[in-house]
């Protein structure tokens, strides 16, 4: 039997970027993009948040949750800009992916935390937004090696 230390580590696939937004100021819908430019210092170039948190350069959702969300506050389908992340990851258990760092395109990120939802999603997704995003957020990440992320990268964990 595996250490489940050691289990931390596995994965049976690596991930996909299905969908980038950017978001040149606050309070406005994201730009969808087929790929971005990322900095060490910035973040996103182009994004409201680049050049603050160091924590939070990158927001990720995973595609498996918006179809939850989608159900939760009643609608079919649920448009990614909406929840306010820049990229959309399918095929990870992005939770699992706390502390860990991941390989997007030329890019290397270390997951930092869980991007919780915040007061906007209830005007977003209507009555219940917020409750519908929780422990559907995504999780934040720190740029540890900048370069170019663009929509159909694997989405790789490192070894750590």
Same mark, same amino acid.
């Given at each position: 039997?595996?250490?489940?230390?050691?289990?931390? $580590?596995?994965?049976?696939?690596?991930?996909?970027?299905?969908?980038?937004?950017?978001?040149?100021?606050?309070?406005?819908?994201?730009?969808?993009?087929?790929?971005?430019?990322?900095?060490?210092?910035?973040?996103?170039?182009?994004?409201?948040?680049?050049?603050?948190?160091?924590?939070?350069?990158?927001?990720?959702?995973?595609?498996?949750?918006?179809?939850?969300?989608?159900?939760?506050?009643?609608?079919?389908?649920?448009?990614?800009?909406?929840?306010?992340?820049?990229?959309? +990851?399918?095929?990870?258990?992005?939770?699992?992916?706390?502390?860990?760092?991941?390989?997007?395109?030329?890019?290397?990120?270390?997951?930092?935390?869980?991007?919780?939802?915040?007061?906007?999603?209830?005007?977003?997704?209507?009555?219940?937004?917020? $409750?519908?995003?929780?422990?559907?957020?995504?999780?934040?990440?720190?740029?540890?090696?900048?370069?170019?992320?663009? +929509?159909?990268?694997?989405?790789?964990?490192?070894? $750590?």
């Amino acid at each position: 039997m595996e250490n489940i230390k050691d289990l931390f $580590n596995v994965f049976p696939r690596p991930g996909r970027v299905e969908w980038i937004g950017i978001r040149a100021e606050r309070r406005v819908s994201p730009e969808v993009v087929q790929s971005v430019e990322v900095s060490e210092k910035k973040g996103l170039i182009g994004d409201h948040y680049s050049g603050q948190s160091g924590n939070r350069h990158v927001t990720l959702i995973q595609a498996e949750h918006l179809p939850v969300v989608a159900a939760l506050t009643g609608r079919d389908v649920l448009d990614p800009s909406l929840v306010r992340r820049n990229i959309v +990851v399918s095929g990870l258990n992005l939770l699992a992916l706390k502390d860990q760092q991941i390989h997007i395109g030329d890019v290397v990120l270390k997951i930092t935390g869980q991007c919780h939802p915040c007061s906007k999603m209830e005007t977003a997704l209507g009555p219940g937004g917020y $409750n519908a995003m929780r422990g559907h957020g995504g999780m934040t990440a720190k740029v540890v090696t900048g370069g170019t992320i663009s +929509v159909g990268d694997d989405v790789v964990v490192m070894a $750590n």
